[in-house]
């Protein structure tokens, strides 16, 4: 089978059928998209090579090596491939000889030495070929593998000396510089193997994992991509799906403020009506209780018919969890946040505010009576007039809020083990 890489993915474009010696062909009228393709025998048995301007190429093995002939740049690829292998079965065995060192022994270091001067080479070799070839899409693969680095020896003193000024020079630097190697408006470094670790590392290693870093990063570079629509739509579609995807808290005001500028616009020419729906009712849901945003209002009766204001809360820090008697994770998390969260912090610096989401009273009191629940502002609302569904975002239960004094959302979906280590810490600190 042919496939091409893109995106990420590999798709096949054609296949054949070798003959008894192992030969086979394919062939068209259209030159292909430039880009990595590949040679798919089975999952185990593929090979890649470049295909460049230059389409008339052959594909064999001469001596255990793969060989090309005919197209320069495919040529020039395989090479490359070559040397990188060589350069692996080296390193792989100076490893192997490492293992069996001590760290400290003198055949340790002289082992480490060499495994850095291999990288070294290795960098040279990226370096050189990507000079020699800079106009020719190879030069532009290789280039990308190019480290950028901080020369930090050039660096005033006083930052040298200071472990905080340093860190905030190699982040700024290594945002600033990351894409300095690699191409990201070529549609051609769209179609090899190596984008999406790219994207990956930038937005999710070497970005600090906060709205306020993340978002005007993407979008300069979202609006920038925008002269090229097939980079404009992988890009923003990357970006989106990956705020949506992140495991680090608060990420979701990226999803919303993109979604927002990008696809409920109309920007988005690549959406289906279908797709638009689901971001739009996913941006309805979450833009109501984005981290650093005032939580709403809630004004909720407890089960004497008393009514208890959300935000006339006086303490410190508010825990507001929502919450159902039936919900098999509650039956478990809700009783532990009582014991290990309530009991464990001066209540003068913590109000829990527990909300039941549904509507049946005798469950919920018997919920509450059998786990003592008391101390607590435990409140319901069975005719849904308060809206908390959306304004909270309560598909699933437990759903645990942090607020400060001001009713400001810190955290969100905590479980018990991540609010009761935030507010020790909080509660510790402010002490």
């Given amino acids: 089978m042919l ?18 010696n192992g030969k086979g062909q394919f062939s068209g009228n259209e030159l292909l998209p430039e880009g990595i393709y590949t040679l798919y025998f089975d999952a185990n048995h593929l090979h890649d090579f470049l295909l460049g301007s230059d389409q008339s190429l052959s594909i064999g093995k001469e001596a255990k090596k793969i060989k090309v002939s005919k197209a320069k740049e495919s040529q020039q690829f395989q090479t490359y491939v070559n040397y990188l292998k060589d350069q692996k079965e080296q390193a792989k065995i100076l490893r192997e000889k490492l293992k069996k060192q001590s760290n400290s022994s003198d055949s340790a270091k002289v082992l ?5 001067e291999l990288d070294n080479e290795v960098q040279s070799y990226w370096k050189r ?51 300095d190697h690699f191409d990201l408006f070529d549609k051609r470094m769209w179609r090899t193997p190596i984008i999406h670790n790219h ?5 999710n290693q070497v970005l600090i994992q906060h709205p306020d870093s993340v978002l005007p990063v993407a979008i300069e570079l979202i609006e920038e991509s925008k002269s ?6 992988n890009l923003t579609a990357y970006v989106l799906n990956n705020s949506v995807q992140s495991h680090y808290m ?10 927002e500028r990008y696809y409920l616009s109309g920007d988005a020419f690549w959406a289906s009506e279908k797709t638009l729906e689901t971001i739009r009712r996913e941006v309805y849901l979450r833009k109501n209780n984005l981290i650093g ?21 006086s303490t410190p820090y508010t825990l507001l969890a929502f919450w159902e008697p039936n919900c098999g994770h509650c039956k478990k998390q809700i009783p532990e946040l009582f014991e290990k969260v309530f ?31 008391n101390g607590w502002i435990n409140v319901w609302d069975p005719n849904r007039v308060s809206n908390f569904q959306i304004n909270y975002n309560t598909r699933t239960t437990p759903m645990i809020y942090l607020l400060d004094k001001d009713k400001k959302i810190i955290a969100k979906k905590l479980t018990v083990d991540q609010a009761r280590k935030i507010i020790l810490e909080k509660t510790t600190t402010n002490r």
């Fill in 112 to 116: 480490n030495q060499k495994l850095t």
């Fill in 343 to 373: 009991m464990k912090i001066d209540p003068s610096a913590l109000t829990i505010m527990a909300v039941n989401t549904q509507d049946n009273k005798e469950e919920w009191l018997d919920f509450i009576e059998k786990h003592e629940l």
């Fill in 228 to 233: 090229e629509p097939e980079i404009f739509q």
């Fill in 129 to 179: 070929e990507a000079k020699k070839y800079d106009d020719t899409f190879y030069g532009k693969f290789v280039a990308s593998n190019i480290r950028v680095q901080l020369n930090e020896s050039e660096l005033p003193k006083e930052i040298q000396i200071n472990d905080s000024l340093l860190w905030l020079n190699r982040y700024q630097f290594n945002k600033n510089h990351y894409w």
């Fill in 293 to 313: 945003e005032t939580a709403h209002e809630l004004l909720l009766e407890d089960p004497d018919g008393e009514y208890h204001s959300l935000h006339q809360i």
């Fill in 199 to 203: 994207l990956d590392q930038y937005f």
């Fill in 3 to 20: 496939a091409h890489y893109y995106n990420g993915k590999i798709f096949a474009n054609d296949t054949t059928v070798l003959n008894e």
């Fill in 250 to 259: 608060g990420m979701e005001s990226v999803f919303v403020a993109l979604a």
